[in-house]
């Protein structure tokens, strides 16, 4: 009978790791709260992240090179409403959108100041952001962050006033 079920249910031993896995991931992001996280190329911690107030107060300082804002979630979240001259590349989860974010960061210099938001959630959990930061620094780019988004862009971004537009994709 074990030799009978472990026969039939061997094609699903990968979904059942892979969900399994999940899981563990899961429980582990919704403990503590903690930014730094491990990603393929280091540690994602507070020296690459950006806190919304200075991401605002920065793009409102004109006497300096403004970042390049690379928006990496999904583009219904885009089009509700983003940084103004933020570039889509579409989801960091997908390999679609690292692909398109790697063909926008190919025009730019390998130091170029650039950064990552997506705001479908907090940063800590969100599915988009690390993989995201960690193909753009796997690709050689040395200043990558990742704008801090505690709860969801409408509360950590466009409820404080800072700057939003509706691109028109």
């Known amino acids: 009978m074990t030799d009978r079920l472990t026969r039939r249910f061997a094609p699903f031993r990968p979904l059942a790791l892979v969900l399994l896995g999940a899981l563990v991931f899961s429980a582990s992001a919704c403990q503590g709260g903690s930014a730094t996280g491990k990603t393929a190329t280091g540690t994602w911690g507070d020296a690459q992240l950006v806190q919304p107030a200075a991401l605002a107060a920065a793009l409102a300082d004109t006497t300096k090179p403004r970042p390049l804002l690379v928006h990496v979630g ?64 796997a690709a050689g780019y040395t200043n990558v962050h990742a704008l801090w988004i505690e709860k969801n862009f409408d509360a950590d971004w466009a409820d404080h006033g800072y700057p939003v537009e509706k691109p028109g994709l």
């Open 74 to 137: 999904v583009r219904m979240l885009y089009r509700a409403g983003a940084i103004p001259g933020s570039v889509f590349a579409g989801p960091g989860s997908d390999r679609a959108g690292i692909d398109a974010m790697l063909a926008v960061l190919e025009k730019q210099p390998k130091d170029r100041d650039i950064v990552l938001y997506c705001g479908c959630c907090p940063a800590v959990n969100c599915p988009n952001m690390k993989p995201a930061w960690a193909a753009a620094k």
